[in-house]
């Protein structure tokens, strides 16, 4: 069974940073793709950003691209995302996810395991 966890969430104001973990209870996000998806009040889950299982190539949604950044340590089995210059825009619980393969998907059907969420909140 994997087990994910997210941290790092909290309130913040418009134009802050925040750096999201997601911390795997097993050995398992070093051979999976990886990514973050958001669910905005009242709205469906979207994509946010993905990173291969090499780390290297990633991708992101065009609402947060040059802001934020995917990365992973797979030594420490742990996925980031550091946010920089939050809008209101981005207030939504994040979620990490594990890829059911090694590429980078934008569709959360091809992500098998799921975390708990964490809340982020961004003030005008």
């Known amino acids: 069974q994997v087990s994910l966890v997210e941290s790092g969430g909290g309130l913040v104001q418009a134009g802050g940073s925040l750096r999201l973990s997601c911390a795997a209870s097993?050995?398992?996000?070093?051979?999976?793709?990886m990514g973050w998806f958001r669910q905005p009040p009242g709205k469906e889950r979207e994509f946010v950003a993905a990173i291969t299982w090499s780390g290297g190539p990633t991708g992101y949604a065009d609402s947060v691209k040059g802001r934020f950044t995917i990365s992973r340590d797979n030594a420490k089995n742990t996925v980031y995302l550091q946010m920089n210059a939050l809008k209101p825009e981005d207030t939504a619980v994040y979620y990490c996810?594990?890829?059911?393969?090694?590429?980078?998907?934008?569709?959360?059907?091809?992500?098998?395991?799921w975390g708990q969420g964490t809340q982020v909140t961004v003030s005008s």
């Open positions: 097993i050995r398992t996000v070093s051979t999976y793709a």
């Open positions: 996810a594990r890829g059911r393969t090694t590429v980078v998907n934008t569709n959360p059907s091809a992500y098998d395991y």
